[in-house]
């Protein structure tokens, strides 16, 4: 099997994994890294967002190839060691998570969605697909506004 | 573990009160007795046992001749009086560091009862959340019926024996301080778990551990403190395993790296429900497939294990088998509907100088779909087993695995793992179950998942039902209220039906009822005073996988009679609030409605193609009242924009978690009552991702929601599936009051609007 190494939460890592192999796999069964969570291995209910080079993906539809030589960031790397990232905060001040399965990824989509734009309006949240099983929604919507305030 | 009759001496007076001033038992406490038992551990750890000379609350209560059964002694009330024998096995302890610890007999799922339990051992024994550990408890055969997560039942059931418990614990740790000083408890007090007595003296718990621990050592009665010294319960509180959750640390069944070795598991099931494997044709070819350990053939399909998931999922799909015929082949949704229509009772006659309202209503399949699909680890050995896996009947999942491996009870284990989401599907244990055979078959250590097309498709779902409703009323009064439902029959094979039948005695029904007649019986109750009242449940025996699903059958049962609640107010020219607000049995239920119509401004204009909906819902001896505003100029893409919502469980021990819980059922409410359902077409169902299975996402969620939580009583009634059957009549009612339309079929809009995954 091919080797691939790319950055991984600031680590370089090298994986023997074949091509085509999803990343998310290539993360959780080879690399142990768990935080993002598999909900549909097909792109819908984006449990797994993630990040390549600061854009949102999903490891279950991205090949473990294309990511050689890039930067990829899971929920593990978000936060600067004990210092949330602001989202980070932002979630755990509005309580947001119930059994949590899904709040990896609902945070990877946040983050993403405030760097395209500062201040995102209800529609622009409205966009985020990530499903949340237990109804967090109203909660995730807040959480959004508030960690915008403060960044 | 060994326990040790500590001391009963209920009648003495012992030295001191453990109490602060002001601190008396409160009554109810104050008749009970307490047995101590210290178990066996060089600190404290200790379990209080009420004596039983007291009855119980739900035997001690009269019958009262009108009342539903479900108001009598409804399904929680049950499941506390099985679990009464065993409820004061919950230990308590303290160790040398100074933290409290208890391992908690039921599934946390979501709901956050262990950050509830967590700030009931807080303020019982005065220390920091903080310092507060409380797991999961692995199945503990010897607690019988009382290691059930389900009926909305956790706070109600463990409400008084965790505390009970703390409060011995903290007795025994001031007796100890009291001895060392040569004082009495009554003149210490805690703060933050530190011990503080006369001459500037301190200990920590942890300090005081070991002797509070002293078999010798006296300690006076001690009692949970009252509800209006409590500081912590009643708070609004954030999850104590929240910052695990925002940092991806939390762990889950599949996170889990407990067994060396354990290989990444899929199956390829059979085209229906039920099917089985007749042959697998190309094992050989499977075999050579990259990354593929080992292949097995078990009842429910062909296994493959793999190095990754990805492989083992690649390898899945390459299956060839010969597959036989499962249990509902050529069922689809119209035979279904079919025969539930065939079998719902009709209405009786009305009589001749009355007018009716009748209706009938179709509820579509719904899966539970927890975000985190079904999943175990499972270790089998020859002569052990052990399992990990988020279960909410761990014991039954136990005796299961052991009846199915050949071994003892005592030779399996089972660890419950914080799960993914719920909804009624934790109750269930065949992810264990089928993770422990596929371990037996292939003599390897398995992490088992299912996909999410398997979850949706051969995974539980709430039955689909038929209601047929009549209504008869004369010069504005409501003269009886007639409700048949017809359901294809819930599983309760996860362990309630020996609960029922364990409590058979007790029950406020009688006759030859099925476990889940009384189910329906005594979870269904209408809040409203309809004069004579008649609410049955038909079951059409097919073979499929059901289960309770968040509110069992109130969701679709209330759910359909707040829309016919609505229609009996325009038939007798009322206002939908006012009919509420006169017909509601309790004060209490009359008070969360007029909060909400305060609150959400009933009444106002609304512009045409939008409304607003009232819904009313009590169970678990909680109510609430949701009103909704629905956009639906397109009435094929309808929106709830505002969500007002008043709850009264009566002690909301954290109402920061109760809020999340409601906000948790209106999201159900929205999904289910509009778009989220299952089309079954020859014996299968056809969604197998959220793409097609349309639960609600952001977009469909309202932006503007306001919880009132209303604080009321000493003890807390359930609130876990409360907020769905109220949400479920809102929408319904707003729907109807937008479009001008009866919607009689749910989820509203429902068609097949994709290309199914092949079987």
């Known amino acids: 099997m091919p080797n691939y190494t790319f950055q991984l939460n600031g680590e370089t890592v090298t994986v023997d994994a074949p091509a085509d192999l999803p990343l998310l796999w290539a993360l959780r069964d080879k690399l142990g890294v768990t935080g993002p969570k598999y909900g549909c291995g097909i792109d819908v209910c984006k449990a797994c967002t993630s990040h390549l080079d600061g854009e949102a993906i999903r490891p279950c539809v991205t090949p473990t190839a294309e990511v050689a030589g890039r930067e990829v960031t899971t929920i593990e790397g978000l936060a600067d060691g004990d210092r949330l990232h602001p989202v980070q905060e932002a979630w755990l001040e509005q309580d947001v998570a119930q059994c949590g399965y899904c709040q990896p990824g609902q945070i990877m989509a946040a983050v ?20 949340c099983r237990c109804g967090t929604y109203v909660r995730i919507r807040e959480a959004i506004k508030a960690a915008a305030a403060r960044m | 573990m060994t326990s040790l009759p500590d001391q009963a001496h209920p009648d003495r007076t012992l030295p001191g009160s453990t109490r602060p001033p002001g601190g008396e038992p409160t009554p109810t406490h104050s008749r009970r007795r307490f047995l101590t038992y210290l178990v066996a551990a060089p600190t404290l750890a200790v379990a209080a046992q009420v004596v039983a000379d007291v009855a119980g609350p739900a035997t001690a209560r009269a019958l009262p001749s009108l009342p539903a059964p479900a108001e009598v002694l409804d399904l929680g009330d049950v499941l506390i009086l099985a679990g009464k024998p065993t409820e004061d096995l919950i230990v308590v302890s303290v160790d040398q560091r100074g933290r409290v610890g208890l391992a908690l007999p039921r599934a946390e799922v979501g709901q956050g009862i262990t950050t509830a339990v967590a700030m009931l051992l807080a303020d019982e024994l005065d220390v920091p959340l903080s310092s507060v550990d409380v797991t999961l408890a692995d199945a503990r055969p010897e607690l019988v019926f009382n290691q059930l997560t389900g009926g909305s039942n956790t706070m109600r059931s463990v409400y008084g024996p965790v505390r009970r418990a703390a409060a011995v614990a903290r007795a025994r740790l001031l007796a100890a301080a009291a001895l060392r000083w040569g004082t009495t408890p009554g003149a210490l007090t805690v703060t933050d ?44 509180t954030n999850r104590v395993d929240a910052r695990a959750m925002v940092t991806g640390q939390q762990r889950y069944t599949l996170d889990l790296d407990v067994v060396p070795g354990a290989l990444p598991t899929m199956l390829r099931r059979p085209p229906t429900i ?4 007749r042959s697998l044709d190309n094992e050989a070819q499977l075999r050579a497939m990259p990354g593929v350990v080992d292949v097995a053939v078990v009842r429910t399909g062909v296994a493959v294990l793999a190095e990754t998931f990805g492989q083992a999922r ?42 009716t309202v009748d209706a009938e209503f179709d509820f579509a399949f719904v899966s539970h779909a927890p975000l985190e699909p079904n999943c175990a680890v499972a270790h089998v050995t020859a002569d052990r087993a052990e399992i990990w896996s988020p279960l909410k009947s761990p014991i039954v999942a136990q005796e299961t695995i052991a009846a199915e491996l050949g071994l003892p009870v005592s030779r399996v284990t089972v660890h419950v793992v914080q799960g993914g989401g719920s909804f009624g599907r934790r109750l ?9 055979r596929v371990s037996k078959a292939t003599g390897r250590p398995v992490k088992l998942l ?13 039955a689909a039902s038929h209601h047929r409703i009549r209504a008869t009323h004369a010069a504005g009064d409501v003269l009886t209220f007639e409700h048949r439902v017809a359901s294809v029959e819930t599983d309760f094979g996860h362990g309630l039906g020996e609960i029922l039948t364990s409590v058979a005695a007790s029950l406020p029904v009688a006759g030859n009822l099925s476990f889940a007649q009384t189910v329906f019986l005594t979870t269904v109750h209408s809040p409203y005073h309809l004069g004579v009242t008649t609410q049955t449940l038909s079951e059409v025996p097919l073979q499929m996988h059901t289960g309770s699903w968040r509110s069992v059958y109130s969701a679709n049962t209330r759910g359909a009679e707040e829309v016919v609640v609505d229609e009996l107010a325009a038939a007798t020219r009322r206002d939908p609030a006012e009919f509420r607000r006169r017909l509601l049995k309790e004060d209490r239920f009359r008070a969360v409605l007029d909060r909400v119509v305060q609150e959400g401004q009933w009444g106002r204009r609304m512009p045409r193609g939008t409304a607003q909906g ?13 009103l909704v505003e629905i956009d639906a100029r397109d009435p094929q893409d309808p929106r709830v924009t505002r969500a007002t919502i008043a709850v009264d469980v009566g002690r909301a021990v954290n109402p920061r978690g109760l809020e999340a819980q409601m906000l948790g059922g209106l999201t159900d409410a ?6 989220a359902g299952l089309h079954v077409v020859d014996g299968l169902p056809l969604e197998g991702s959220y793409s097609q299975f349309h639960y609600t996402r952001q977009a469909d969620s309202p932006t503007d929601v306001r919880v009132f939580v209303v604080d009321s009583g000493e003890e807390p009634g359930g609130a876990g599936e409360l907020g769905v059957p109220a949400a479920v009549g809102a929408i319904a009612n707003a729907y109807a009051r937008a479009t001008g339309t009866r919607p009689r079929s749910f989820p509203i809009v429902f068609p097949v609007d994709f290309e199914p995954f092949p079987r």
């Not at chain 1, 993403?112 to 499903?131: C, G, H, K, M």
């Not at chain 2, 269930?428 to 993770?435: Q, R, T, W």
């Not at chain 2, 009232?614 to 949701?626: D, N």
């Not at chain 2, 929205?670 to 778009?675: D, K, P, Q």
């Open chain 1, 112 to 131: 993403a969605l405030l760097r395209r734009t500062s201040d995102p309006t209800d529609a622009e949240i409205d966009e985020i697909q990530n499903v």
């Open chain 2, 193 to 236: 778990g530190v011990v503080s007595g006369p001459g500037g003296r301190s200990a920590t718990y942890g300090e005081l551990s070991a002797a509070a621990a002293d078999r010798t050592l006296t300690v006076a009665l001690a009692a949970p403190k009252p509800t209006a010294q409590q500081r912590v319960v009643g708070t609004p």
């Open chain 2, 274 to 277: 039920n099917g089985t494997v």
């Open chain 2, 314 to 355: 690649d390898a899945v799909a390459a299956v060839q088998a010969t597959w036989g015929p499962g249990t509902v082949d050529g069922e689809d949704d119209a035979s279904i509907r079919r025969t539930l229509r065939a079998a719902t009772p009709p209405p009786l006659a009305p009589g001749l100088l009355v007018q």
């Open chain 2, 428 to 436: 269930f244990s065949d992810a264990a179950l089928e993770a422990a």
């Open chain 2, 450 to 462: 299912w996909s999410r097309i398997d979850d949706m498709r051969h995974g539980r779902a709430r």
């Open chain 2, 614 to 626: 009232l819904g009313f819902h009590a169970e678990y001896k909680g109510c609430t009242a949701c």
């Open chain 2, 670 to 675: 929205i999904g289910t009552t509009l778009r």
